[in-house]
């Protein structure tokens, strides 16, 4: 069991049998009446941000039966993505809809954490910086400098990012899976 003093950004907690991450919290102690957390939660199964408030020393909240996996990423088809545990070689199948935007940046052989909730996979957890190759962008100019303006990129797994105007196609970039945004040129 969670308390609410327990809450932080990232735990993961199960609210009446469903797993959720908490996104958000803040601690209000109102001048009247007793104080409470304002929470903001996904719902690790179906992705689903709800915001949801606790009564701060009082309400609790319980572990959820959960298990992180290191499994590299294969291949994806039509019905979704195949992941496999490199002890084992076990494969196992994620449908799009439980991998959600995270496609945006699985390339071939990626190593992921495939989070389980009751024996059961349900969400990968990627890496915070993948680098991904510039398939599409337009032409920088002559005079562009590292802190002038941004255009659209397009990366090989079909993920746009605004990059600086020097970045040309075929450079691969570091990006921060967490917020999409490039971060710099990745050291090859």
């Known amino acids: 069991m969670y308390q609410t003093t327990d809450f932080r950004k990232g735990l993961k907690i199960e609210i009446e049998g469903k797993p959720y991450l908490i996104v958000e919290f803040q601690h209000v102690n109102p001048g009247k009446g007793s104080a409470f957390v304002r929470t903001r939660l996904k719902n690790l199964e179906t992705n689903q941000v709800t915001e949801r408030t606790f009564k701060a020393g009082v309400e609790t909240v319980d572990k959820p039966d959960m298990e992180e996996r290191e499994m590299e990423f294969n291949y994806s088809d039509m019905d979704g993505f195949n992941f496999m545990e490199q002890s084992t070689f076990e494969m196992i199948h994620l449908s799009n ?3 959600g935007d995270n496609k945006n ?5 990626i190593k992921v954490f495939v989070l389980y909730f009751n024996a059961r996979p349900i969400a990968i957890e990627l890496p915070n910086f993948v680098n991904l190759k510039v398939v599409s962008t337009d032409p920088g100019l002559k005079g562009d400098t590292a802190s002038g303006g941004s255009k659209k990129a397009i990366l090989e797994t079909g993920l746009q990012v605004n990059v600086p105007l020097f970045i040309k196609e075929g450079e691969v970039l570091k990006i921060d899976t967490r917020t999409g945004e490039y971060i710099e040129r990745a050291k090859v």
Do not use: C, P, T
Not at 105 to 109: S, V
């Open 97 to 99: 809809d439980q991998v």
């Open 105 to 109: 940046y699985l390339q071939e052989g």
